[in-house]
């Protein structure tokens, strides 16, 4: 009978876990936009921090960053400087413990050679490589040196060289490393031109598999592999004293002039810098361990150190364009272990997510929020100022009733994206029957299926909000506040009363249109100028566009008028306040009040001069003042929005 072992899943992410909610990480950017971030910088937080119990870019690069310290403090990238020292002093201590017996003149000859030995490692093993040992023992010692300076140099190049050349290379091993390095040489310089060498590449490895144990796939992975190996090389250099350097340089000439190989050796160099030239070829980098390390292991070293700083600056998304599907996964995977690429496919998981399902989208590399996450984002702040209202002492605001959305006009009509009418299911359910009917093995519904019931569109209000933009927002803190207001009044308006025609507006030193689209990213301004003009001018226009509608202003400033328009159309700044600008202003202000629009002025900030210059223009209009509180201004908005719009006979 067959076995069965059960056990938890632990080849990545749950398979069967639920579909990520998307609604609640719109709802986490909502709050991060309306606390000031901008659409991008939310995306940003929300991915570093995590969500919903997936941790964020955060933790993984604090794992890095461990990693990183770790690796430093592994060993000392002087280690084969080192050995190699011990291993020519006990080559010489043999020697001379051999010679100290022998009275000849010969032997005193040789020990006087070995007293004028160079202090230098690389030139005394250069000297010695001609000198005729006594000892059978120092010889053996000094081949030993000589044999780990041959596998060091190329276990520096070629990762796991030293378990191919584990003995002393013959003829036939020497000859065998000639060939694969002048083959290398012809195949990179091939790929180098452009000819294809894909078949070139395949015979390569199967002549020369042997010295390459991580068997890559196809020449752009050798590529990757020799490059990173080679560069980190060039940084280990860079990065000892200039003695140090010097006397690495010796050893490895040393060690491939024995083998015959260093012309090819300095051509494998230059193709692949001018293969990866994107790689850090130079710069310094410190091992600050005790542990004595081999050429191979500090250079693979550095190159881990180089790895991680680049997973770094991917985790980071800090550069124009980033995006999660720039992370490596293989470069988590070997840093930090599988798991942190679950994480992290989690992460990616909950971008794909907010993008599949209509939330975010992405424009030149930049990612936006669509009109579906917008709206909800809307209602987030409105749930802010109910909040307010609630917990206010400012009377009753009972809103529960959602206003007239218009009378049924007995016609259907397909859905489209953004539509808000009801839906009609009868004709939704028919229409997928009579499609199924067709197409069996089609989904249950589609898209195309739904229809909705259309409704008599009819404007019931035109309201405008003016926004005061200026920088003196930031200064006096209230910019975060104005947005979120802005937000509020327009879900409302939209979702609450859909018929109502709505404007945000605004100015600093120039009134401007605000775009649904772009409330979230919108920032104050850094110009000087508080142009109340030109703002009343856009919204006067407005409202001449919607004649039978019940016109509602709300006007949001910190600041007297302190630029207007002058008659070329340019914008003409000025503090204190000149009189063409109180003049031009107010002359906007009597329009209004011609038009029979009574004004609303929500004050932020106590400065007396605002608060004259507001209850002068609230007695010619015939409007209203309120000075709210910061975090009150969305509660004042909002219950003024719902008097003004039931109408002058109705408010009276």
Do not use: C
């Not at 009978?1 to 998307?22: Q, S």
């Not at 490589?129 to 000094?142: H, K, L």
């Not at 840093?335 to 993008?355: K, M, P, T, W």
């Not at 309201?463 to 509020?488: G, P, Y």
């Amino acid at each position: 009978m067959n076995r069965y072992r059960y056990g938890a899943y632990d080849d990545g992410p749950d398979p069967l876990a639920p579909p990520y909610d998307a609604g609640r990480a719109v709802d986490e950017l909502g709050d991060r936009v309306l606390d000031g971030s901008g659409v991008q910088d939310a995306l940003r937080d929300l991915l570093q921090r995590g969500a919903d119990g997936v941790r964020g870019l955060d933790d993984l690069l604090r794992k890095v960053m461990q990693r990183r310290r770790s690796l430093e403090r592994s060993g000392r990238m002087d280690g084969m400087l080192e050995q190699a020292r011990e291993m020519l002093d006990r080559a010489v201590e043999l020697e001379r413990q051999a010679l100290f017996p022998d009275p000849s003149d010969d032997a005193r000859f040789r020990e006087a050679q070995l007293d004028a030995l160079p202090d230098q490692t690389a030139r005394a093993v250069r000297e010695l490589a001609e000198y005729d040992w006594r000892s059978p023992e120092a010889r053996q010692a000094f081949e030993d040196l000589k044999d780990m300076l041959r596998r060091d140099v190329l276990d520096q190049q070629f990762r796991g060289m030293k378990q191919a050349l584990q003995s002393q290379p013959g003829s036939a091993e020497r000859q065998a490393l000639k060939d694969m390095m002048a083959d290398l040489n012809q195949l990179l310089e091939k790929h180098a031109r452009g000819e294809d060498t894909q078949d070139d590449f395949e015979q390569f490895m199967d002549k020369h598999g042997q010295f390459f144990p991580e068997r890559p796939e196809n020449i752009e992975q050798l590529l990757d592999q020799l490059a990173r190996q080679a560069a980190a090389m060039q940084r280990m250099l860079e990065s000892m004293s200039p003695e140090q350097r010097q006397e690495l340089m010796e050893l490895m000439e040393e060690a491939l002039g024995e083998l015959d190989l260093a012309s090819e050796m300095q051509r494998l160099t230059d193709n692949l810098r001018a293969a990866r030239p994107d790689l850090p070829w130079s710069g310094q980098q410190r091992l600050r361990g005790d542990q004595p390390l081999g050429l191979g292991d500090a250079t693979e070293a550095l190159a881990d150190l180089a790895d991680l700083d680049a997973l770094a600056e991917q985790l980071s998304q800090d550069y124009p364009g980033s995006s999660l599907e720039d992370v490596d996964e293989e470069a988590v995977a070997r840093a930090l272990g599988r798991q942190s690429v679950d994480d992290l496919r989690r992460l990616q998981e909950i971008q794909r997510e907010l993008e599949r399902q209509g939330y975010l989208t992405r424009k030149g590399g930049e990612v936006e929020l669509t009109a579906k996450a917008i709206r909800r984002i809307g209602q987030t702040a409105l749930r802010r100022v109910f909040a307010s209202l609630e917990s206010g002492a400012r009377g009753d605001h009972d809103v529960r009733d959602a206003g007239s959305a218009g009378e049924l006009t007995g016609t259907t009509r397909e859905w489209r994206f953004g539509d808000e009418q009801p839906l009609d299911v009868v004709r939704t359910v028919s229409n997928s029957v009579r499609r199924r009917m067709i197409e069996p093995d089609s989904p249950l519904l589609r898209p195309e299926d739904f229809e909705i019931r259309e409704t008599e569109r009819r404007t019931r209000a035109a309201v405008v909000l003016l926004v005061d933009q200026s920088f003196s927002m930031v200064m006096n803190d209230t910019w975060r506040t104005a947005k979120t207001t802005a937000m509020a009044l327009h879900a409302l308006a939209t979702t609450q009363f859909p018929l109502d025609a709505v404007e945000i507006i605004a100015f600093a030193n120039l009134a401007r249109r605000i775009a649904p689209h772009e409330l979230p990213d919108l920032d104050a301004n850094q110009v000087q100028g508080t142009n109340l003009q030109h703002a009343l001018m856009l919204a006067g226009r407005f409202l001449d566009k919607h004649p039978d509608a019940e016109p509602v202003v709300l006007v949001v400033t910190d600041g007297e008028p302190t630029a207007h328009l002058d008659r070329d159309g340019e914008w003409w700044f000025s503090w204190p306040p000149g009189p063409e600008t109180i003049e031009l202003t107010l002359a906007e202000v009597d329009k209004m009040t011609r038009r029979g629009v009574p004004l609303s002025f929500f004050r932020l900030g106590d400065e007396p001069r605002l608060a004259r210059f507001l209850d002068d223009v609230a007695r010619r209009n015939g409007g209203r003042v309120l000075a709210p509180e910061g975090d009150r201004l969305g509660d004042y908005v909002v219950s003024d929005y719902l008097k003004r719009r039931q109408g002058r006979r109705r408010s009276a």
